[in-house]
């Protein structure tokens, strides 16, 4: 390693061919400054707009850092330029929408979020008197809904599909009809859309438990046909990653499969596993069509999930935009309030999951 | 052991799908006594669950009904599912999953012979929630429109396309209209409001308007939207705009006044549509004992008291329940909606007009038939 | 320097040779086999065989619950397929009223999630890939981190959200650029037509699904990038390969089927994508490549089951269900196809690597320049991001 990455640096430039053509040290930053006043200008000329000056200003950087480039160095090098300028680019525009999405969410949401609000559930008074219902917004109800909807949906999945990749990576054979056979069937359930795989399990428990089957169980098992291919397809990416030089060296060493695989391959894999888990799961918690179909819905605070309807937050979110109440911006407002719960649950999951996989995954660098 | 779960579970579908078309189940004759309003009731013994949805133009309504109903009687809860839209509400209601459906139009024919489980003496459509469709408009400059139902059929037909036209100047003379593009929002899911509106124009203005009422928008080329809200915010949004949409959810858009005639222009208040629902519905006969399913005849609607476009919804439930406590708990709690305090409380928290007292009695009468 | 470091080893593309995770291994430690199974000895360990039975009986379970799905959308989308459509009195009624079959009905369907699947996957999957890139290769480590983690905590906003995102912020973003285009290139066909006044387009529903399908394309492909074993990419860098030659030399091959499988999540994800799209997009049921219009958006299968699923009657639940089927066939197909360019390409590309390998036969006066400070600064950075996703 050491000998591939000389540490040793020649502090300040050398006088000798290995410098020439190269382009000054912060060219790229000039490059840009210039490249920002000169579509700023020719904007002035049309008529200002931010996006059409950063986007204009993107692609003046672009093409003159790849003349620049070329002329004063050589090709390989402005590719090089070249595709370094984009992938930022392509970077800075896209984190754009992301920022949006999220600071929306954030803005909105914030004002809803009180102590209150997630202590307690939504609740309605009536006053006889005057006739008059006030409601009481809370997503506590939701809150508990999603995590157990959530949870059990991913006890299911996760066994179920970090066992199957397993088996496609580690026991089933390429040629193999079954691994074949499961990873066309996996294939296969990306594609199932979320309502129907709402409705498959409402109508498997109302099979089995007649037709009031409306419960977060069911719910669940609707997630979980949802997630499972999400779980699989990242896990078997992830597993196949894992060296083989490691599984060798475990077996020459006459350790078991089983050790191998739960000692030396699943830590090996362990920071993607997690990343796909959270990624599925992630998937998964944002649904709204699936819960409506097999928990149907209720205001009312519900954590059993074996019976009786039950509420989560993207349910919260999605009946306050779609069915507001007749004061529409409280609706919205308690809405947003639970979009903001929601991708908070899911930042606190994604830190637990991290601190998870960073105690087992083996120590030092990958 | 997963797998023998599913084989079972295969083998109960079959047989409960011969058990359900074999199913018959044998009621004694019905008599009728009707009960006063339901009001004096005491509700306090009732405990239990009540599992219902359907119908969305009620959500409001029954947000309102089910906290003013379970406040008096504390052992119960309600769940109502506003997600389920009417055809789902009715689907659920029957296969069992729901005690009553909420549905904006009566039950067909077909579904009503589907609905086996309620015996020989079938299903009642109860008339429980009244509004009317609003015409919702965002037009700089024009914060007052009358529309009448030819000029409304000629917009939403597309062969109006500037609101600057002479039919919209004709009914509007002090309005000064611009010549900005017509955008006529829709609605792109399937919608009680749809068909309450489609049959209002097939009705009133036969020679523009000559689509059938139907529940999904019938003309391409409109800007659809999902849902109420989707319509309001996208009317809201745009300039030039025009939509229809539920009145109790329209919040502070500008809403036109409507005339059949293209006299006696209206705005929406829910005692002109009370009125207008007065004259202009009657029961239709279903042959179901019962049954308050209504027919609306649009162009019997007139004069400066009556709001053109009222929009019923119904509760729909059987008249013979196999479980006698949930029968109990559904009746107690229609009959309460269906009474006076009932349809108050959805005026004042819902923004809803009051079913006409003679239908209530009715109403009262039908729920005693329930067993 | 390893003499074993030889040319072959790093152009191949068979990710799963040769490689070492922990670059302090010398590299080559054994034989490259394909096969997973190592030569076991005839004494069977319990525990390795309750786990080799855990996972071959997951994998059946998997093929079980999927068989319970396919069954139940078979069953009740047959009656609807199989229907009359022109007699039906159900199915002449409501949103089903204007077909006269089933194929009718579905086909427009089936063509306008594709076309929207497609457009959101020209955007969002290079940028997706690009972003990962940046992150693994690019970023300074700490930022790279950060970055990694908004990106993954996009994936967590609910599909509602999008959709309210999109219309309060992507249709009146679009509303110039859709004037614009409408305006400047409009004879190209797809931007034609009556272009919108409210935004409600497929292309500001494709935008979104590009949005959301970016933290499932990058969060995989990043961790398959970060994954790359370093000597690869030391070698490449040590033979004189600029920064974006060693990214196309060392990490791309061996990602490749990763970014694959990246992008089809991803297009899974797009093709079933329900609330956002019915939320944002102004459907018709029609086959149209319009982009900027109101009324001549084709729709999609999965909003519209989601938005005629609340009124349709029993036969057309039905229907709906059986265009739910078709979609399953559609992602299905698309998956096989995608399978197989992976394999084909491979297959090929490596084939052809090995007796080619013009890549790495860097002209001898370049090689100078490039060693250079800049290069070796490079290399410090890409030192960096390991284990910046721990």
Not at chain 1, 2 to 15: D, F, I, M, N, Y
Not at chain 2, 73 to 95: F, H, P, R
Not at chain 3, 39 to 57: E, Y
Not at chain 3, 116 to 142: C, D, K, N, Q, T
Request: charged share 10%; aromatic share 8%; proline share 5%.
């Amino acid at each position: 390693m050491t000998a591939l990455s000389p540490r040793t640096v020649e502090k300040g430039p050398v006088p000798n061919s290995l410098t020439t053509g190269q382009l000054p040290r912060f060219a790229e930053l000039y490059i840009f400054g210039a490249s920002a006043v000169v579509s700023g200008v020719l904007l002035m000329l049309i008529g200002f707009d931010l996006i059409g000056w950063l986007v204009l200003s993107a692609v003046v950087y672009l093409v003159l850092l790849g003349i620049l480039s070329s002329l004063v160095e050589n090709r390989r090098k402005a590719v090089d330029r070249l595709v370094r300028g984009l992938v930022t680019v392509a970077f800075l525009l896209a984190i754009i929408p992301l920022i949006s999405t999220l600071f929306t969410v954030v803005s909105k949401g914030i004002g809803a979020l009180s102590f209150q609000f997630i202590t307690q559930s939504g609740g309605s008074a009536f006053n006889p008197d005057t006739l008059e219902v006030t409601n009481t917004p809370g997503a506590l109800q939701a809150i508990v809904g999603t995590l157990i909807i959530t949870g059990i949906a991913t006890l299911i999945s996760v066994p179920i599909g970090l066992f199957t990749s397993i088996y496609l990576v580690e026991y089933g054979r390429p040629g193999q009809w079954l691994s074949r056979t499961v990873t066309f069937l996996v294939d296969v359930m990306t594609g199932i859309p979320s309502i129907v795989a709402g409705l498959f399990a409402f109508s498997l428990f109302t099979i089995i438990l007649g037709p009031k089957a409306f419960s977060g169980f069911s719910a669940s098992v609707a997630l979980s046909v949802l997630m499972i291919p999400t779980v699989v397809r990242a896990c078997e990416e992830m597993l196949r990653l894992v060296p083989h030089d490691l599984r060798e060296a475990s077996y020459a060493l006459g350790v078991s499969k089983f050790a191998t695989i739960v000692r030396i391959v699943l830590p090996t894999a362990i920071a993607g596993i997690v990343t796909g888990i959270m990624l599925a799961i992630a998937r998964v918690i944002g649904e709204t069509a699936p819960i409506f179909m097999a928990a149907s819905f209720t205001d009312n605070f519900n954590s059993n999930p074996f019976e009786g309807p039950m509420q989560t937050l993207p349910v919260m979110a999605y009946t306050g935009f779609a069915f507001p109440g007749t004061d529409i911006a409280a609706s919205n407002n308690s809405a947003w309030g639970a979009a903001l719960l929601l991708v908070i649950l899911v930042v606190i999951l994604n830190l637990i999951a991290r601190v998870v996989a960073k105690v087992f995954a083996p120590k030092g660098s990958r | 052991m997963k797998f023998k779960n599913v084989a079972t579970a295969g083998a109960i579908l079959v047989a409960s799908a011969i058990a359900l078309s074999g199913c018959s189940s044998s009621t004694p004759e019905a008599t009728a006594t009707a009960t006063p309003t339901a009001a004096a009731v005491d509700y306090s013994s009732l405990s239990g669950t009540i599992t219902a949805g359907g119908s969305s133009a009620q959500a409001n309504a029954q947000a309102a009904w089910t906290t003013a109903f379970t406040a008096q009687a504390k052992g119960v809860t309600i769940n109502y599912d506003k997600s389920q839209g009417s055809g789902g509400g009715v689907t659920n209601w029957t296969a069992g999953s729901y005690d009553f459906a909420g549905s904006d139009s009566p039950l067909t024919a077909d579904q009503q012979t589907a609905a086996t489980k309620c015996g020989p003496n079938g299903a009642i459509n109860l008339p429980i929630y009244l509004d009317g469709v609003a015409i919702v408009y965002n037009l700089a400059g024009v914060d007052k429109l009358n529309l009448s139902a030819e000029t409304l059929a000629k917009i939403f037909s597309l062969s109006i396309t500037t609101w600057n036209d002479p039919a919209i100047a004709a009914e509007n003379p002090t309005a000064k209209l611009p010549a900005t593009a017509i955008t006529t929002v829709t609605r792109s899911d399937g919608s009680g409001t749809t068909k309450t509106f489609t049959n209002f124009l097939s009705q009133t203005a036969k020679d523009v308007w000559t689509y059938p009422a139907d529940s999904a928008w019938p003309i391409a080329g409109t800007s659809a939207q999902k849902g109420t809200s989707g319509i309001v915010q996208a009317v809201g949004a745009g300039d030039g705009t025009i939509g229809y949409a539920d009145h109790s959810a329209i919040g502070d858009l500008k809403a036109a006044a409507v005339s059949v005639k293209g006299k006696d222009f209206v705005s929406f208040s829910p005692e002109a549509v009370t009125s207008a629902f007065d004259a202009a519905a009657t029961t239709a006969d279903t042959g179901i004992k019962g049954d308050l399913a209504q027919k609306v005849d649009f162009t019997a609607i007139s004069g400066t008291e009556a709001y053109p476009i009222p929009l019923v919804s119904y509760g729909i439930l059987c008249t013979t329940f196999a479980d006698a406590k949930q029968k109990e708990l559904t009746t107690a709690y229609l009959g309460w909606i269906g009474s006076d305090v009932g349809q108050k409380v959805a005026a004042k928290n819902a923004g809803a007009a009051q079913i006409p007292e003679k239908l209530l009695t009715e109403i009262a009468a039908s729920l005693a038939l329930v067993k | 320097m390893s003499d074993r470091t030889s040319v072959e080893s790093v152009s191949s593309t068979q990710p799963r040779q040769n490689t070492t995770s922990d670059s302090t291994t010398p590299l080559g430690g054994g034989e490259p086999s394909p096969a997973a199974s190592p030569k076991r000895s005839s004494r069977v360990r319990p525990a390795d065989a309750i786990f080799r039975g855990l996972s071959t009986g997951s994998a059946i379970f998997i093929m079980v619950i999927l068989a319970g799905v396919a069954l139940f959308l078979i069953v009740q989308g047959m009656p609807a397929i199989v229907a009359n459509w022109q007699t039906s009195p159900e199915l002449n009624d409501g949103f089903t009223s204007a077909f006269d079959s089933f194929w009718t009905y579905v086909g427009p369907l089936l063509f306008g999630t594709l076309w929207s699947a497609a457009i959101a996957l020209v955007i969002g999957a290079p940028i997706g890939i690009g972003i990962a890139l940046f992150i693994s290769h690019y970023a300074p480590r700490r930022l790279a981190g950060l970055l990694g983690y908004v990106v993954d905590l996009l994936a967590a906003v609910p599909s509602v959200v999008f959709g309210l995102w999109g219309i309060i912020v992507i249709r009146p973003f679009l509303l110039p650029l859709s004037d614009w285009l409408n305006t400047y290139l409009g004879w190209i066909p797809i931007f034609g037509g009556q272009v919108t006044t409210t935004g409600s387009t497929i292309l500001a529903g494709a935008v979104v699904l590009a949005v959301m399908i970016l933290p499932i394309i990058t969060s995989i492909s990043r961790e398959i990038f970060l994954q790359t074993p370093r000597l690869h990419e030391e070698a490449a860098l040590a033979l004189g390969a600029t920064r974006w030659e060693m990214v196309r030399l060392a990490v791309f091959p061996y990602a490749k089927s990763g970014i694959v499988s990246a992008t089809l999540l991803g297009l899974g994800r797009a093709l079933g994508e329900t609330m956002a799209i019915a939320m944002i997009i102004s459907p018709a049921v029609i086959v149209s490549f319009f982009v900027i219009t109101e009324g001549q958006n084709s729709q999609t299968i999965a909003a519209n089951i989601a938005l005629n699923f609340p009124i349709a009657s029993t036969l057309q639940r039905q229907a709906l269900i059986g265009t739910g089927l078709l979609l399953f066939v559609v992602s299905l197909a698309v998956n096989m196809i995608a399978r197989y360019i992976v394999t084909r390409g491979s297959s090929k590309s490596s084939s052809k690597k090995k007796s080619r390998q013009k890549p790495l036969v860097v002209p001898t006066g370049d090689a100078t320049s490039t060693l250079t400070r800049d290069l070796v600064a490079d290399k410090n950075a890409a030192a960096g991001p390991e284990g910046a996703s721990a």
